[in-house]
């Protein structure tokens, strides 16, 4: 898969893979590896990346492919880690079984609604329609910045009184690293539900929502009952489409908010608490 061009604002990575799904279904990618290449790969970061590799199980693909490259490097060195990055890239001439191209910044916010993640539209097609439920987090949107732009959407702002709007920490180090940058004050002023690190709502495990009630979250599946409601309608989206959605209490394609793209990098000095290290204490 050869990536050209940027994202354009609004659009990120999570609706980079549902454009995939959109593309070739929940079993597009059976019995196969994807590989991403191209110029368009140096406009990723390594947590974009995640968020793409994590939902290539999505489109049934056997593993995700990305290149460890400098970016994957400072990504490393942020976490105290640059001595373990090795440079790894295709074999020029490799050849491959099947070819495709994505150019970035042709993307638009999309959204995989119920119940499948290969059933994907547009977020301008459905907008309008009443939800229940955003929900941010997990281990498809775990980065940073996928918290930290929903924090500066919601500053100064309120939550839709219809709805709840559930944050979830995929990390204590995310944690305290957003709490460190002032973006959970912003989320919780907001009337944001703050929830523990981990994965929680993705497995079902809390903030199940109501039956037949709509769900707009940043997981990475939405078949029926993962979300521990066996009736939900449960929709997987960006964190920029999330937020927008709550702050509306409709199905809302964030270009329409009329605000300006909080544009956020990952941090290059993250909160690391070395003492969550340490062996337990003697009984």
Same mark, same amino acid.
């Given at each position: &898969? ?19 799904? $959109?593309? @070739? ?24 990346? @995640?968020?793409?590799?994590? &939902? ?10 990305? !290149? ?7 990504? %490393? ?13 295709? /074999? ?12 970035? +910044? ?6 995989? &609604? ?12 459905? +907008? ?13 949107? !775990? ?20 709805? =709840? ?21 912003? %989320?919780?002023?907001?009337?944001? $539900?703050? @929830?523990?690190?981990?994965? /929680? ?13 709509? =769900? ?13 409601? $066996?009736?939900?309608? &449960? ?9 927008? =959605? ?20 990952? !941090? /290059? @000095?993250?909160?690391?608490?070395? +003492?969550?290290?340490?062996? !337990?204490?003697?009984?």
């Amino acid at each position: &898969m050869k990536f050209t061009g940027r994202l354009p604002d609004w659009a990120s990575a999570k609706d980079v893979i549902l454009e995939m799904l $959109r593309r @070739h279904g929940v079993a597009g990618g059976v019995g196969r590896i994807v590989e991403y290449y191209g110029p368009g790969l140096a406009t990723l970061s390594a947590m974009d990346r @995640h968020v793409i590799a994590n &939902m290539g199980a999505g489109i049934g693909a056997t593993t995700t492919v990305f !290149p460890s490259d400098q970016e994957v490097s400072r990504c %490393l060195r942020a976490w105290q880690r640059g001595e373990e990055w090795v440079e790894l890239v295709a /074999d020029t001439g490799a050849a491959y079984d099947v070819h495709d191209e994505i150019d970035l +910044a042709s993307l638009v916010p999309l959204i995989a &609604m119920p119940s499948s993640p290969g059933n994907v539209r547009p977020v301008n097609e459905v +907008a309008g329609e009443k939800i229940y439920q955003t929900y941010i987090g997990a281990s498809a949107n !775990p980065g940073y910045r996928d918290f930290a732009v929903s924090a500066l959407m919601m500053q100064g702002r309120q939550v839709n009184d219809r709805v =709840s709007f559930d944050v979830n920490p995929t990390s204590r180090a995310q944690l305290e690293t957003l709490v460190r940058d002032g973006h959970i004050a912003h %989320l919780l002023h907001a009337g944001a $539900r703050l @929830h523990q690190a981990g994965c /929680d709502g993705c497995i079902g495990m809390g903030q199940a929502p109501d039956t037949n009630e709509l =769900s707009l979250r940043t997981v990475p599946r939405n078949f029926p009952g993962r979300s521990g409601t $066996r009736e939900d309608k &449960m929709c997987l989206v960006s964190p920029e489409t999330a937020t927008a =959605s709550a702050l509306t209490g409709v199905f809302t394609d964030p270009r329409t908010l009329g605000i300006p793209y909080p544009r956020i990098a990952d !941090p /290059d @000095h993250p909160a690391i608490n070395r +003492a969550m290290f340490m062996p !337990p204490l003697p009984l």
